[in-house]
């Protein structure tokens, strides 16, 4: 399997807060480093995961800079650009190719449930206003809609279509969307859980919420599988079950930043109407880390 451009393991990163909820720049920089030291390849800049639905556009463009400034060429950044709105996809991807991000990831338009062709025109017209490469990001417990197969296949003979994040939760699909795809084009799984079963139907790995906690695991766990080593890739996957369950115990990304705040960065609380990990909630994040060594 060739190298994927922005590489196999990727992370969506949280946006770290401070006391007051508003950017806390230090803190997101020694998240990069850290996730940069346990082998995220690239990182997702202002996705779900970096509570995207309550950024400010100006607030996702600081963070493609800082986070710029913060990689030092070291890893790709790839920023979250999609909209409900075409015309402010188009815009915020405009933005973000002008700041010099790697690449961009553009979700299928949640709440507005647009048909396969609505979808089509909407991810058509925002690849007709850049030169990156794009992901495209289907999630359909998020977004309400579902981004068929046929829909992802004629999206991937579009030049700037390199990837999909796939997050339906259904495996065939993926295999459907293999099956009907050029070869060189990637699927990535957006779900922890379902990275090895994703990779067996020709994934080439993820884009991960884990890898914050466990990101040397995780990388160990797809190099394994990539080298044919796949029982002992399934061993490691057996291992981190409890985490990948435990890091959803509640919405994302607030139990991810319960455990970046246990393991001593100042990723701060999510914005309402998010809150807060609950102190049993933190409990049962840190006694599953402490199990796996990671605390």
């Not at 815009?91 to 048909?115: C, F, H, L, R, W």
């Amino acid at each position: 399997m060739k190298k994927p451009i922005f590489g196999n393991m990727l992370t969506a990163m949280i946006t770290p807060f401070d006391k007051d909820l508003k950017l806390n720049i230090n803190a997101a920089e020694k998240v990069v480093d850290h996730l940069i030291s346990t082998g995220t390849e690239a990182i997702v800049v202002a996705g779900t995961t970096g509570e995207s639905p309550t950024l400010t556009h100006d607030e996702e463009f600081t963070l493609f800079k800082e986070a710029l400034k913060m990689a030092q060429g070291k890893i790709k950044i790839i920023a979250g650009t999609g909209s409900n709105s075409t015309e402010t996809a188009v815009a915020s991807t405009k933005e973000a190719q002008e700041i010099g991000v790697d690449g961009a990831m553009i979700v299928v338009p949640y709440y507005n449930k647009p048909s396969q062709e609505g979808m089509y025109q909407h991810f058509k017209k925002i690849a007709d206003n850049t030169d990156m490469p794009l992901i495209i990001y289907n999630i359909p417990g998020r977004t309400g809609v579902n981004m068929e197969p046929s829909t992802v296949a004629r999206l991937a003979e579009v030049k700037n279509y390199i990837a999909v994040k796939e997050a339906s939760g259904n495996i065939d699909q993926v295999a459907k969307i293999r099956e009907i795809t050029p070869s060189d084009f990637i699927i990535y799984s957006g779900d922890d859980n379902m990275t090895l079963p994703i990779m067996e139907k020709g994934g080439a790995g993820v884009i991960s919420v884990a890898s914050h906690v466990a990101g040397l695991m995780i990388k160990e766990m797809i190099d394994k599988y990539i080298e044919g080593n796949t029982d002992e890739a399934k061993i490691i996957d057996k291992k981190l079950a409890d985490l990948f369950k435990v890091l959803f115990i509640t919405t994302n990304p607030t139990p991810v930043k319960a455990a970046m705040n246990i393991l001593g960065f100042d990723a701060g609380k999510p914005r309402l109407p998010l809150i807060d990990a609950t102190d049993e909630e933190k409990e049962k994040i840190k006694k599953t880390m402490k199990e796996l060594g990671l605390l």
